[in-house]
């Protein structure tokens, strides 16, 4: 990376807002919005800005097939605005019919903030939990666990540290020598998180969705790669047309690719393998295969770009017959930043950055109040060239959170702009609507708490 590269990683991150730019340097997909059915304000705003591979949770929502959605939370701190922003995402997602599975990261909050697990399961129940049914989340359908109750997710963990290695771990999350080795199991055990639910008793193989902030990329970009490496068969595109399959020869499919204890092909048993797996690929509607067993190759030149999605699975179903994981790479949204009230990062350890959703309504006024403003020095000033709205934190925070309407919004935006409109009056309006939203939250609450014990998954009672 040059130095002028912006550096994101998910424990210290900086607070770069150029986001066309984020998106292009990390190699991200911009959203396509006239894909998604009745978007959410997050997607009109271009709150959510990219993705990697949520193509293929669009396809499954166009064509009625199961998909799913997976988040995380760290049981510390207190629940605050900045928290909401993923919960609406999964509203929304849940609301277009994915499955919801929500990780209590308890092991990644005692290794990396020293919690014990006996508070991390008090703060996960107290301060996020009971919260979610009233922030629109259906506790019928929604499944939350605990990472040190669920001992899949450890285990796989495990398995998949077999696909990387120290120096990559290094250089993604800056680990070095010093670091405890319960900080290094983390990832390792979030990309079990992420990556479970396509087993089969959790749901199986689907598209599985992670909405993050992009500060969490290096996450989704490490747990996309240990999947890929899982897969026993490569699906690569020809020169001239179509796609060639390839065996990923790995410890775990030695036998059933015909490989021996030297690393010699058996050409008997190679043989048989592609003559069955031409003819179960023959039985899912592919014909015209051109195989090459010594090599290790299939090609189907008629193979398009679209119908390969489906060969893939395929291919993962037959993974999954053979013994092998059959795993997709998760699939992942990027929302951004949401900004501090006082304009630098929004921080629970900095309570003036934020609104909690237990604060009282003084400490909200108060907070809004003094928020970071986007208005001039002077009202005369202000009148004459307008205020900045992309610097303002009421109006970003009417934007993220609390002005449901598009049109008042940009009518406020307009007014700001121009000089009609001051910053009191600017801040007046997001203290209003904030306060209408926490009302309105805290009486959904009150009436829905008994209703979050619901979520929790058996294994997590
Ligand atoms: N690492 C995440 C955080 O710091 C928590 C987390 C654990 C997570 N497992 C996850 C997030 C799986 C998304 C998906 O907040």
Redesign the pocket.
């Known amino acids: 990376m040059a130095d002028e590269d912006v550096r994101i990683d998910?424990w210290s991150s900086t607070q770069s807002t150029d986001y066309a730019r984020i998106r292009d340097q990390f190699g991200l997909s911009e959203l396509p919005l006239h894909r998604i059915p009745e978007p959410s304000m997050l997607h009109r705003r271009g709150i959510i800005f990219a993705h990697r591979g949520f193509n293929t949770v669009l396809d499954a929502m166009e064509r009625g097939e199961p998909f799913g959605v997976?988040?995380?939370?760290?049981p510390s701190g207190r629940m605050h605005l900045g928290h909401t922003l993923v919960i609406e995402q999964i509203r929304w997602l849940q609301s277009r019919g994915a499955d919801v599975t929500i990780?209590v990261?308890d092991l990644?909050s005692l290794a990396t903030r020293g919690t014990s697990l006996k508070q991390g399961r008090q703060v996960a129940m107290n301060e996020y939990i009971s919260n979610y049914p009233a922030l629109g989340l259906d506790p019928e359908r929604t499944s939350v666990y605990f990472q040190s109750r669920r001992p899949i997710v450890q285990r796989l963990g495990f398995v998949l540290g077999e696909k990387t290695n120290r120096s990559t771990m290094e250089s993604i999350y800056g680990f070095d020598g010093t670091t405890n080795l319960a900080h290094v199991q983390a990832p390792l055990v979030?990309a079990g998180?992420?990556l479970h639910p396509q087993l089969e008793e959790y749901g199986g193989l689907r598209p599985i969705v992670?909405p993050?902030g992009i500060d969490?990329d290096p996450?989704i970009r490490f747990t996309r790669d240990l999947a890929t490496s899982t897969n026993w068969f490569n699906i690569n595109r020809r020169k001239n047309g179509g796609v060639t399959i390839a065996l990923s020869i790995q410890p775990g499919n030695h036998g059933v690719f015909g490989v021996d204890t030297n690393g010699r092909v058996d050409m008997q048993v190679r043989r048989q393998f592609f003559d069955r797996l031409i003819e179960r690929l023959n039985n899912d509607g592919w014909s015209d295969m051109i195989p090459n067993p010594k090599h290790g190759t299939l090609e189907i030149p008629a193979a398009t770009e679209q119908s390969s999605q489906q060969l893939k699975h395929a291919l993962l179903g037959i993974e999954r017959e053979l013994g092998g994981l059959g795993l997709l790479p998760p699939t992942s949204t990027y929302h951004r930043f949401a900004v501090g009230l006082t304009g630098d990062k929004m921080s629970s350890s900095n309570p003036e950055t934020t609104i909690f959703l237990d604060d009282e309504e003084k400490a909200v006024v108060k907070k809004i109040k003094e928020a970071f403003s986007g208005g001039r020095e002077t009202v005369e000033e202000h009148r004459r060239h307008g205020g900045d709205t992309d610097k303002d934190v009421a109006f970003q925070y009417l934007t993220t959170f609390f002005e449901p309407d598009d049109l008042v919004l940009a009518d406020i935006g307009r007014a700001y702009r121009e000089g009609t409109m001051l910053s009191g009056q600017l801040k007046q309006h997001c203290i209003d609507s904030a306060l209408e939203w926490l009302k309105d939250f805290k009486e959904r609450r009150d009436s829905t708490r008994s209703l979050s014990e619901m979520m929790l998954a058996d294994d997590s009672l």
Do not use: F, N, Y
């Not at 997976?70 to 760290?74: A, D, E, V, Y």
């Open positions: 998910p997976l988040t995380g939370l760290m990780t990261a990644e979030q998180d992420i992670v993050v969490q996450h």
